[in-house]
């Protein structure tokens, strides 16, 4: 896990390729999957705006559609010389396929500019165990 080109290399191309005609603000996410694959997509907007996706939920979309629930590690890719943190709501969603622990790796174009966890993004989260109890 400690060599993160792979997952930097797929979240640049995948930045390219996002649908952002309206902010113009091209952002690619990428995560790993417990069964060690890498899941990728970007934001997709709309001109009904509030209908637009982020980039976090592109990806995470792709993991599920292949079967996967759990995240070991996350990267997130803004504009070259942005700190592009995940917003409030694709902290949520992260957390519903990992735990606090979870490595987010913040990037830009030239590389991974911070490493934080998800429990430093969200803290006292409201997780899927909440309602596992019995
Ligand atoms: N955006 C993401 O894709 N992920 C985030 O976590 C932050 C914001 C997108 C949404 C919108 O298309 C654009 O960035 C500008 O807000």
Same mark, same amino acid.
């Given at each position: 896990m400690a060599d993160r080109s792979d997952m930097l290399a797929l979240a640049r191309t995948m930045r390219t390729r996002? !649908?952002? $005609? !309206?902010?113009? =603000?091209q952002v690619a996410a990428v995560v790993r999957g417990a069964n060690g694959k890498l899941y990728a997509g970007t934001n997709v907007e709309n001109?009904? =705006? $509030?209908v637009g996706n982020c980039a976090e939920a592109s990806a995470l979309a792709a993991m599920v559609a292949d079967g996967e629930t759990r995240i070991i590690e996350a990267l997130v890719i803004g504009p070259?010389?942005?700190?592009?943190t995940p917003c409030g709501a694709c902290r949520q969603r992260l957390r519903e396929f990992a735990t606090d622990d979870l490595p987010v790796h913040i990037a830009d174009p030239t590389g991974i500019k911070k490493t934080v966890t998800l429990g430093e993004l969200l803290p006292l989260s409201f997780g899927p165990t909440i309602l596992r109890k019995t």
């Open positions: 996002a !649908y952002a $005609p !309206y902010s113009k =603000y001109i009904a =705006y $509030p070259e010389g942005d700190l592009c």
